[in-house]
């Protein structure tokens, strides 16, 4: 019922940047809560940022002052710029949105299927 498409993955050398995309569509009456997690391999997946729907962003620690989190809720979409990147944080990013698909219905979160970020020379 919801589908939440990213886009913006890719490779990237260290120390640039780059600007992920999710859009979140179909049966929606209200979305809170969007945001990034990124798994690298053999690794467990990580929370790397939040924005709730007024506004209010968290940061993982690692990304603070790198990463920027925004959204635009007309559109339902979630955005990721990330700037100094490292080798390190390769890894495929996932987006999630807590949507309520109709008035008195639970949230629930939903998951993108994952874009690769490859950051290396």
């Known amino acids: 019922q919801v589908q939440l498409v990213e886009s913006g993955g890719g490779l990237v050398q260290p120390g640039g940047s780059l600007r992920l995309s999710c859009a979140a569509s179909?049966?929606?009456?209200?979305?809170?809560?969007m945001g990034w997690y990124r798994q690298a391999p053999g690794k467990e997946r990580e929370r790397v940022a939040r924005?709730?729907?007024?506004?209010?962003?968290n940061y993982a620690d690692s990304v603070k002052g790198r990463f920027t989190i925004s959204r635009d809720n007309a559109k339902n979409t979630v955005y990721l710029q990330m700037s100094s990147l490292k080798p390190e944080e390769s890894a495929v990013y996932y987006c999630?949105?807590?949507?309520?698909?109709?008035?008195?219905?639970?949230?629930?979160?939903?998951w993108g299927q994952g874009t690769q970020v490859t950051v290396s020379s």
């Open positions: 179909g049966s929606i009456f209200s979305i809170n809560a």
């Open positions: 999630y949105a807590d949507a309520m698909v109709e008035y008195g219905s639970t949230w629930n979160r939903h």
């Open positions: 924005i709730l729907s007024g506004g209010n962003t």
